[in-house]
């Protein structure tokens, strides 16, 4: 069965610094596909960035860069250089034979 | 640019009741899809169309059904709501079933009472 783990419940960071939020997962498939979304306190669900699994870089969309460890089943999303409007829920979801997300991750950048 | 849209963004029912979440979208996107977020559970998967006509369930379809008679329309009904169902739905739309990047309407936020 699939599986996402988000083992982070809370993550706090000043503004600037990066931030590493953490994504395991597992699948039998050997084609899938993982994404990570935002949710602000707002609630909607903003798409932020995709990897494939046969991808041999890592993802890239502006300051968010996937880092993707295919042998540890690792899908980590970096923020570079935090901003306040970072502050949101974020989400791991991988697409295989299903669809499924992670628990979250609530990322609180301060001042 | 309407991309998902939801409605109603809020509804109060009381046990039993039924009703229909609708979802639209107008970007000609052929998967579609309907989640439930609860706290601490993430969102879980309840019944996704791959195209007009074809419907399947997801992760937790029980109280719920679903029909995609064209492609921009793919409402949600319960048919006998319960408090259990008390949630947040979000609707996704997606273009690319390879890659299947979700776009989201804006969620229903539901209470059964």
């Known amino acids: 069965a699939q599986k996402i783990t988000q083992t982070q419940p809370g993550m706090f960071v000043q503004e600037k610094e990066a931030v590493t939020l953490d994504c395991t997962y597992d699948t039998s498939d050997q084609s899938y596909g993982l994404f990570w979304y935002k949710q602000p306190s707002s609630g909607e669900m903003i798409f932020l960035i995709y990897q494939g699994s046969y991808d041999e870089q890592n993802a890239t969309e502006g300051r968010y860069s996937l880092n993707f460890q295919k042998a540890r089943k690792s899908a980590n999303l970096v923020i570079s250089a935090s901003q306040l409007g970072d502050s949101a829920m974020y989400f791991c979801a991988m697409v295989g034979t299903a669809l499924i997300f992670g628990k979250g991750t609530t990322l609180s950048v301060s001042s | 640019n309407a991309g998902v849209t939801q409605t109603p963004k809020f509804q109060v029912l009381k046990t039993g009741q039924s009703m229909t979440l609708q979802c639209a979208q107008d970007?000609?996107?052929?998967?579609m899809s309907w989640y439930r977020q609860d706290p601490g559970m993430g969102l879980r998967l309840i019944h996704y169309?791959?195209?007009?006509?074809?419907?399947d369930q997801g992760e937790v379809p029980n109280g719920y059904n679903v029909s995609r008679s064209t492609t921009e329309d793919f409402p949600l009904r319960l048919l006998s709501a319960a408090p259990s169902q008390t949630s947040v739905y979000f609707c996704?739309?997606?273009?690319?079933?390879?890659?299947?990047?979700?776009?989201f309407g804006a969620g229903t936020r539901l209470s059964v009472l």
């Open positions: 996704a739309s997606s273009a690319d079933l390879s890659k299947n990047i979700q776009y």
């Open positions: 169309s791959v195209g007009a006509g074809i419907t």
């Open positions: 970007m000609n996107h052929e998967y």
